[in-house]
Structures are given as C-alpha cells and as structure tokens.
Nanobody, 119 residues
C-alpha cells in the first residue's frame, strides 16, 4: 500500500506565499509523475502542476510564473512553492503520484490540504 501525506496549507493574505509538501510512503519501487491538483467549492478538480521523475514540469495557465513545482526523488516528496497568491487560488490542494510497485503502475491521491487566500 502507498500513502501520500500533504502538509503546508493554511490561511494567507493576497500577495503572500505558501509552500506545500507531499511525502509518499509504503512499498514503492519507483515514482513516475507527481503533481498537484486543486478543487474549489462547486468546481471540478483542475491541474496545478506536474513533474516527471526526470524533472520536466508542466503548469496550469493560471499559475504559470507564480508557482514552482519540485521534487526530491530520494525522499519520495514533491513540493509546490506558491507566490503572489490570489483569492482565486483558494481551494483544496491534492497531491497525486504515479507509483510503480509489484510490476504495476497505479495512481494515488493524498487527502488534500486547504489553502485559503484572503483579499
């Protein structure tokens, strides 16, 4: 079994910064892509950013230039540095990882961490 545990969410004023972390644990042979998604009340879950095992990144249009995704493969951890936060960034942020174990690749999700940006 694999678990993803997020941390770092909270309440911040517009223009502020937050750093999210997500650590994967369990029986892991290799983690391929890792990423962050977010879901605001009444809306669908949207892509924030993804990063491959080799470090290639992809960002949603609304966060380009403000958010930076990174990872530490040795620690099975992915980070999201968020700067110049806006009220519309308010959402539950979910970590995602594509994990190879027992010769099978599966997708796992964290429980989510709340980010609230006040105006």
């Amino acid at each position: 079994q694999v678990q993803l545990v997020e941390s770092g969410g909270g309440l911040v004023q517009a223009g502020g910064s937050l750093r999210l972390s997500c650590a994967a644990s369990g029986s892991i042979f290799r983690i391929n892509d890792m990423g962050w998604y977010r879901q605001a009340p009444g809306k669908q879950r949207d892509l924030v950013a993804t990063i491959t095992n080799g470090g290639s990144t992809n960002y949603g249009d609304s966060v380009k230039g403000r958010f930076t995704i990174s990872r530490d493969n040795a620690k099975h951890t992915v980070y999201l540095q968020m700067t110049n936060l806006k009220p519309e960034d308010t959402a539950i942020y979910y970590c995602n990882a594509e994990v190879l174990r027992l010769m099978t690749t599966s997708n796992y999700w964290g429980q989510g961490t709340q980010v609230t940006v006040s105006s």
